[in-house]
């Protein structure tokens, strides 16, 4: 990221104010604001405040908050539209669909034949292909994060572990649903 690059993105002139938006949220690490060409009713783009690129460019803790106020937003836009899914993703590089300079999550509330168009056309690989994949990804991943595939527990174990195990406390504080629910129909934003 050089300082002319967020200097020229649309998206920072966006967060910064410096071109209105309708934005529905905001906290000190990102914003999110109404697509103003929407895929579908209500759909989302959840931007970090800081200038990235893409989203494999950011540092992992700033993934983690996005992905929990994807989840968030998500959550409010399903009880506000009634939707009955929720698209979720990150465009990264032009061959993905990326058009944007900036990086972006996209919240894309569905609807029962919406004109959203993300399903995706598979093909068949032989299972030979896949297990090759397979051990060259675990291979990787080992070298690069010290990550090694976790054996299955037994059943048995694992109802125990479960009836042991207290439930984690949610420490984080969470942002008031209604509120942003009330935000996202108001459809004003604040720029
Ligand atoms: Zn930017």
């Known amino acids: 990221m050089s300082a002319a690059e967020t200097q020229q993105c649309i998206f920072c002139k966006i967060i910064s104010g410096e071109i209105p938006s309708f934005k529905v949220y905001e906290d000190d ?6 697509d103003i060409n929407p895929a579908t009713k209500g759909h989302l783009l959840l931007m970090p405040k800081q200038h990235y690129a893409y989203l494999a460019e950011m540092p992992e803790e700033l993934v983690a908050h996005l ?5 968030w937003l998500a959550h409010s836009a399903i009880k506000l539209f009634s939707a009955t899914g929720i698209s979720i993703f990150s465009a990264i590089g032009a061959v993905a669909g990326q058009n944007a300079p900036h990086a972006i999550i996209h919240i ?3 609807y029962e034949g919406d004109a959203a168009d993300l399903m995706l056309k598979r093909t068949k690989v032989a299972a030979e292909s896949l297990s090759k994949l397979k051990e060259a990804l675990a291979q990787s991943l080992k070298k690069e994060l010290g990550y090694t595939e976790s054996k299955p527990q037994k059943e048995e174990e694992a109802q125990k572990q479960e009836k042991v195990e207290k439930p ?8 008031d649903l209604d509120s942003i ?3 996202l129909s108001g459809g004003e934003g604040d720029g």
């Not at 984690?168 to 942002?175: G, I, M, Q, R, Y």
Request: net charge positive; charged share 30%.
């Open 29 to 34: 690490k990102c914003v999110a604001v109404l």
């Open 181 to 183: 629910t009330a935000l």
């Open 108 to 110: 894309i509330p569905r």
């Open 168 to 175: 984690k406390e949610e420490t984080e504080a969470k942002p």
């Open 67 to 71: 992905g929990q106020v994807s989840k």
